[in-house]
T-cell receptor, first 108, second 115 residues
Framework: DAKTTQPPSMDCAEGRAANLPCNHSTISGNEYVYWYRQIHSQGPQYIIHGLKNNETNEMASLIITEDRKSSTLILPHATLRDTAVYYCIRAGNEKLTFGTGTRLTIIP | EAQVTQNPRYLITVTGKKLTVTCSQNMNHEYMSWYRQDPGLGLRQIYYSMNVEVTDKGDVPEGYKVSRKEKRNFPLILESPSPNQTSLYFC??????????????FGPGTRLLVL
């Protein structure tokens, strides 16, 4: 069953870079890699997405391996407000497939 | 303000009593979708719609119906709710360009308890 795989939880010290890995070994050529996060039980919030190249925006950076089988979300200077569940998602032309996400805890 | 709204936000009902959760977006998005979220299972897609009058099953469609008569609205219907449909439900919308989904915007969620 094609899906994404993420570690269930991670800790990161406040002010340090948080690196969240994701495996998506069966991703199709036209599927983007999206990252969302969910704080408590609020609606998920978009962070960043990419297809082949690395991407950066005001929130994060996304590193996608050349074979596209894995990616890493980087929060360069984590703050306490970054504590959330982070989802790596393959998004193609129809369905959106969420994994169970990584619970990231930022430690003061 | 661009947003996705859901109503009601909280609902307690009894087994077998039909209910509808409404979802509306004001961004003229083509794609709309419903998810349920349960502990340990993440978000699972129930149904999605790529445009008016076009709907399709997601990963967990059993026990649910949807309709897309207007672009802005995508109600979720539970004809005969059962306790295993107790969950947190999210509606989302996104543009659908060049045959691909774009960034999804999520609603605030509807917490449903079926007794």
């Amino acid at each position: 069953d094609a899906k994404t795989t993420q570690p269930p939880s991670m800790d990161c010290a406040e002010g340090r870079a948080a690196n969240l890995p994701c495996n998506h070994s069966t991703i199709s050529g036209n599927e983007y890699v999206y990252w969302y996060r969910q704080i408590h039980s609020q609606g998920p919030q978009y962070i960043i997405h990419g297809l082949k190249n690395n991407e950066t925006n005001e929130m994060a950076s996304l590193i996608i391996t050349e074979d596209r089988k894995s990616s890493t979300l980087i929060l360069p200077h984590a703050t306490l407000r970054d504590t959330a569940v982070y989802y790596c998602i393959r998004a193609g032309n129809e369905k959106l497939t969420f994994g169970t996400g990584t619970r990231l805890t930022i430690i003061p | 303000e661009a947003q996705v709204t859901q109503n009601p936000r909280y609902l307690i009902t009894v087994t077998g009593k039909k209910l509808t959760v409404t979802c509306s977006q004001n961004m003229n998005h083509e794609y709309m979708s419903w998810y349920r979220q349960d502990p340990g299972l993440g978000l699972r897609q129930i149904y999605y719609s790529m445009n008016v009058e076009v709907t399709d099953k997601g990963d967990v469609p059993e026990g649910y119906k949807v309709s897309r008569k207007e672009k802005r609205n995508f109600p979720l219907i539970l004809e005969s709710p059962s306790p295993n449909q107790t969950s947190l439900y999210f509606c989302a919308s996104s543009p659908y360009l060049r045959g691909l989904q774009e960034t999804q915007y999520f609603g605030p969620g509807t917490r449903l308890l079926v007794l």
